[in-house]
C-alpha cells in the first residue's frame, strides 16, 4: 500500500529444485545444506508410514508444512516441542502445542521426515509446501528456553549475535513474536511483530539483542514462566564467514 512501511525475511535455498529419492515419496527439494534450510514440494499418499525426502545432511530441528488446497493449518514440528512426533503447533494461530499424532508418526531423520496421513500433511494426491531448517553453529539457532515471568527475564544464549527471532510459548495460548534487527534495530526498541495476526508492529520494550543471544526485558510474552520456542538467524554468521 502506497505510503506504509514493510518487512520481508529471506532464507537463501539451493536454486531450482531437483528430484529427491530418499524418501517413499519423491520430492522436489532446493536445499542450502550450509545453512541447514531446505525448501521440499511433495504429494501425499495417505499412507501414515510414508517417508520424504529434505535434502539435508542432518536432523531438521524445525519443518513447518502446509497444504497447497484446502483449508488447513500451517503445522509446525519440533524436536524443542514436548516431543517431535506427537506434538505440534500452528504458525497461524496462537494455539498451544498439541498432542496430534497424525502430522508427524516419527521423528526426523538425517535424510527424511514422516508427514503423517492426515489431509493437512499427507492426504491422497495433495500437493504440500514444507521449509526444513536445522541449527548451524555461529548462524542459527533453533531451540527452547524457560521464561521467568520478571522484567529482569531470561537470557536465551545463541552463540551469535541475532539479526532475527521468532518465539512461541509452547505451553499457552500465546502469538509467534518476531524482532529483527532492521526495525529501529538497538536495545531496548526491538520493535515486535506477530506471524500469526495482521496487527502493526508494537513498540514495546520486549528484548535486547545482544552479541551471543538475546535478553528478554518484560515480564510477559515472550518471558511468561513457561517453555518457548524459538528459532534465531545471526546477524554476521561466524561458520560461514568471508573474513579473511
Not at 514440528?77 to 494455539?95: E, K
Not at 521426515?113 to 504440500?128: E, F, L, M, Q, R
Not at 521468532?166 to 534495530?185: H, L, N, P, V, Y
Not at 545482544?210 to 518457548?228: C, H, W
Amino acid at each position: 500500500k502506497d505510503g506504509e512501511t514493510y518487512v520481508a525475511w529471506n532464507w537463501k535455498a539451493g536454486g531450482t529444485a531437483s528430484s529427491n529419492g530418499d524418501g517413499d515419496i519423491t520430492s522436489s527439494v532446493s536445499a542450502n545444506t550450509t545453512a541447514g534450510f531446505s525448501i521440499v514440494s511433495y504429494t501425499g499418499d495417505a499412507d501414515n508410514t510414508s517417508t520424504v525426502g529434505h535434502g539435508l545432511t542432518q536432523t531438521p530441528n524445525l519443518i513447518i508444512m502446509k497444504a497447497l488446497s484446502g483449508s488447513h493449518n500451517w503445522i509446525v514440528g519440533s524436536d524443542s516441542l514436548t516431543s517431535a512426533t506427537a506434538y505440534n503447533l500452528f504458525l497461524n494461530t496462537n494455539a498451544a502445542e498439541a498432542n496430534n499424532v497424525s502430522y508427524f508418526t516419527t521423528a526426523p531423520s538425517a535424510s527424511v521426515w514422516t508427514p503423517g496421513d492426515g489431509g493437512a500433511s499427507n492426504g491422497s494426491g495433495t500437493d504440500y509446501i514444507a521449509y526444513c531448517f536445522h541449527s548451524v553453529e555461529g548462524y542459527s539457532k533453533v531451540g527452547s528456553y524457560e521464561g521467568n515471568g520478571d522484567a529482569d527475564g531470561a537470557f536465551v544464549y545463541t552463540g551469535f549475535r541475532p539479526a532475527f527471532i521468532m518465539t512461541k510459548s509452547i505451553d499457552s495460548t500465546s502469538d509467534w513474536q518476531m524482532f529483527d534487527d532492521k526495525r529501529e534495530g538497538y536495545n531496548v526498541d526491538n520493535d515486535v511483530l506477530l506471524a500469526n495476526d495482521g496487527a502493526a508492529e508494537t513498540t514495546t520494550d520486549y528484548i535486547d539483542m545482544l552479541s551471543n543471544g538475546f535478553k528478554n526485558r518484560i515480564a510477559t510474552d515472550p518471558n511468561v514462566a513457561e517453555t518457548y520456542l524459538y528459532i534465531a538467524f545471526a546477524e554476521s554468521p561466524f561458520k560461514t564467514s568471508n573474513a579473511r
